[in-house]
């Protein structure tokens, strides 16, 4: 069935250093993959999505890779500050399934 | 606008007992999704609905069921509650169209706790 695993489930960065955090799915019809901030006791927050037209996206300190072929995609966080400490979510979908498939997140901790 | 609304944000009932939950999209938007999420689950699908129909259905038993009202307002029911139905339930709204639902953003939740 659909499936998506996410990796690290933990990551502590040193303020200021780069965070990486790493999806595989397995439905190959898959074509948008959005990625979620939930801070704790807040809702998640779409923070960036790639099509899969696009190989990498990019907003500000936060970017997106996807590599179809490996049916893998990345979050990379640069200069990370104490605020960005949170769990992130990764997600695929078919467009035309009408739904999300999470992985099992990982919780970011930056370090002051 | 205002964002995803979601009532009551807190439910305790007893086993065997059902529940509702409701929810209010963003104005504009004809999507809204239900998900469930559990320290050990994580964020599982529940259903999707887009103009009253549900388009999609998660992996849940049928004591999980929906409906979307004309005005885009959603609501969720659990009848014969579990204490595995303990969890923390988001729905998340977005535009939707035809063969696609958009963007979703999510509500604040409602922390339903089975006892």
């Known amino acids: 069935g659909e499936n998506v695993e996410q990796h690290p489930s933990t990551l502590s960065v040193q303020e200021g250093d780069s965070a990486v955090i790493k999806c595989t799915y397995s439905?190959?019809?898959?074509?948008?993959f959005p990625w979620y901030k939930q801070e704790l006791g807040k809702r998640p927050q779409l923070i960036i999505d790639i099509r899969s037209n696009v190989g990498e996206k990019k907003d500000q300190r936060i970017a997106v890779t996807l590599n179809k072929t490996a049916k893998h995609f990345s979050l990379h966080i640069t200069e990370t500050q104490p605020e960005d400490s949170a769990v992130y979510f990764c997600?695929?979908?078919?467009?035309?399934?009408?739904?999300?498939?999470f992985g099992s997140g990982t919780r970011l901790l930056v370090r002051p | 606008k205002a964002g995803v609304t979601q009532t009551p944000r807190y439910l305790i009932k007893t086993r065997g007992q059902q529940v509702t939950l409701s929810c209010s999209p963003i104005s504009g938007h004809r999507s809204v999704s239900w998900y469930q999420q559990t320290p050990g689950q994580g964020l599982q699908f529940l259903f999707e609905y887009f103009s009253e129909t549900q388009r999609n259905k998660g992996n849940f038993p049928g004591r999980f069921s929906g409906r979307q009202f004309s005005n885009s307002r959603s609501e969720m029911n659990v009848s014969t509650l579990e204490l595995g139905d303990s969890a923390l339930y988001l729905c998340?709204?977005?535009?939707?169209?035809?063969?696609?639902?958009?963007?979703?953003?999510f509500g604040p939740g409602t922390r339903l706790t089975v006892t």
């Open positions: 998340a709204s977005s535009l939707g169209m035809e063969g696609w639902m958009g963007e979703q953003y």
């Open positions: 439905d190959s019809a898959s074509n948008y």
């Open positions: 997600a695929a979908s078919r467009v035309s399934s009408y739904k999300l498939i």
